[in-house]
């Protein structure tokens, strides 16, 4: 098969593009025809070395793909070959076969594309996980998203405004205050332009917002804790901005606050039927129209490494895909 290769730490222009070994089903595997593949930020430290685990080289990145079932290992029963699904296969996505978890593969509804899959897992994943789960969000409440206009970030909007929330997104420039407002948020703001500690006072009457969704950290974070409501939740999502901030902790005494961290990989490990649960939930609200992933950027499996330099470089809203077939 086809795949794009990581065989040093380093960059995207580091990947090569080669015929290499098609993956093998082992016991409680499938191997799945990638179709399509998400691209996110975290393949970006992936390649580079920086992320929680390094895989053995040569890897090929690519957390999350849609595609159809070629082969199942021993042991597996929730999916059989020719199904159509979606997984989050940790690494190998930028290539035409992939092998994945069974337990993180799930079939496709009628209605849900490959391409819609391919971006699916990630980011709805973690954001439903870090909403629900972790910001235990109500109906009612103030959700404040950082970098709203990126993939989780959308997401964040989405489904915040799904379960009743009023939802503050903060964007990095103009250009993509519009697509955030496509996907319900009740107020934008360019926090390059205004403050984000004085802008979302004044939205809140001073009270602050209840739940906050953090893919950015560095200065984000700093405001966040001074723009958080009373018994509010700040979630730590990652850091996107480059900078991993440190909290005061009379900053959280003072407002009876909680920094919450969201690895949401590390719990589809511990919790599966949990995290298969949520999926069900996620994908029948897209097949109903519920949900709507938004793709912004395609390209095919030999320009991938240029999907990474467009995420990296921040000029995606929504999701960045590499269509393999």
Same mark, same amino acid.
């Given at each position: 098969?086809?795949?794009?290769?990581?065989?040093?730490?380093?960059?995207?222009?580091?990947?090569?593009?080669?015929?290499? &070994?098609?993956?093998?089903?082992?016991?409680?595997?499938?191997?799945?025809?990638?179709?399509?593949?998400?691209?996110?930020?975290?393949?970006?430290?992936?390649?580079?070395?920086?992320?929680?685990?390094?895989?053995?080289?040569?890897?090929?990145?690519?957390?999350?793909?849609?595609?159809?079932? #070629?082969?199942?290992?021993?042991?597996?029963?929730?999916?059989?070959?020719?199904?159509?699904?979606? &997984?989050?296969?940790?690494?190998?996505?930028?290539?035409?076969?992939?092998?994945?978890?069974?337990?993180?593969?799930?079939?496709?509804?009628?209605?849900?594309?490959?391409?819609? @899959? @391919?971006?699916?897992?990630?980011?709805?994943?973690?954001?439903?996980? /870090?909403?629900?789960?972790?910001?235990?969000?109500?109906?009612?409440?103030?959700?404040?998203?950082?970098?709203?206009?990126?993939?989780?970030?959308?997401? /964040?909007?989405?489904?915040?405004?799904?379960?009743?929330?009023?939802?503050?997104?903060?964007?990095?420039?103009?250009?993509?205050?519009?697509?955030?407002?496509?996907?319900?948020?009740?107020?934008?703001?360019?926090?390059?332009?205004?403050?984000?500690?004085?802008?979302?006072?004044?939205?809140?009457?001073?009270?602050?917002?209840?739940?906050?969704?953090?893919?950015?950290?560095?200065?984000?974070?700093?405001?966040?804790?001074?723009?958080?409501?009373?018994?509010?939740?700040?979630?730590?999502?990652?850091?996107?901005?480059?900078?991993?901030?440190? &909290?005061?902790?009379?900053?959280?005494?003072?407002?009876?606050?909680?920094?919450?961290?969201?690895?949401?990989?590390?719990?589809?490990?511990?919790?599966?039927?949990?995290?298969?649960?949520?999926?069900?939930?996620?994908?029948?609200?897209?097949?109903?129209?519920?949900?709507?992933?938004?793709?912004?950027?395609?390209?095919?499996?030999?320009?991938?490494?240029? #999907?990474?330099?467009?995420? @990296?470089?921040?000029?995606?809203?929504?999701?960045?895909?590499?269509?393999?077939?």
């Amino acid at each position: 098969m086809k795949a794009m290769l990581c065989k040093a730490w380093g960059g995207p222009d580091d990947l090569v593009f080669e015929e290499t &070994a098609d993956p093998k089903a082992g016991p409680g595997e499938v191997v799945i025809d990638v179709h399509a593949c998400g691209v996110n930020f975290p393949d970006i430290l992936l390649i580079g070395g920086k992320y929680q685990f390094k895989p053995d080289f040569p890897f090929s990145p690519g957390m999350e793909v849609g595609g159809v079932v #070629a082969e199942i290992g021993q042991g597996v029963t929730d999916v059989a070959v020719g199904d159509r699904v979606m &997984a989050a296969c940790g690494d190998g996505g930028f290539a035409e076969k992939v092998s994945a978890p069974a337990k993180k593969t799930f079939k496709l509804p009628d209605g849900v594309s490959f391409e819609q @899959a @391919a971006g699916f897992p990630v980011t709805y994943g973690t954001t439903y996980h /870090a909403l629900k789960d972790r910001g235990q969000l109500k109906p009612g409440e103030v959700l404040l998203v950082h970098g709203a206009s990126g993939g989780v970030g959308l997401n /964040a909007v989405e489904l915040g405004k799904l379960m009743g929330a009023t939802v503050i997104g903060t964007v990095g420039s103009d250009e993509k205050m519009d697509i955030v407002r496509q996907y319900g948020a009740d107020h934008v703001f360019n926090y390059s332009k205004q403050s984000i500690r004085d802008t979302v006072k004044e939205l809140t009457g001073g009270k602050g917002a209840d739940v906050i969704y953090d893919p950015v950290g560095g200065d984000a974070f700093d405001e966040s804790l001074r723009c958080i409501n009373w018994d509010g939740r700040l979630l730590v999502i990652g850091f996107a901005s480059g900078r991993i901030p440190e &909290a005061k902790a009379n900053l959280v005494l003072l407002k009876q606050c909680q920094i919450v961290g969201v690895f949401w990989g590390a719990w589809t490990e511990r919790y599966p039927d949990r995290c298969r649960e949520q999926f069900d939930t996620l994908l029948n609200w897209c097949a109903q129209g519920k949900l709507n992933p938004h793709v912004s950027m395609r390209f095919p499996l030999e320009k991938s490494p240029d #999907a990474l330099k467009a995420l @990296a470089a921040r000029k995606a809203t929504g999701k960045v895909i590499v269509n393999v077939r």
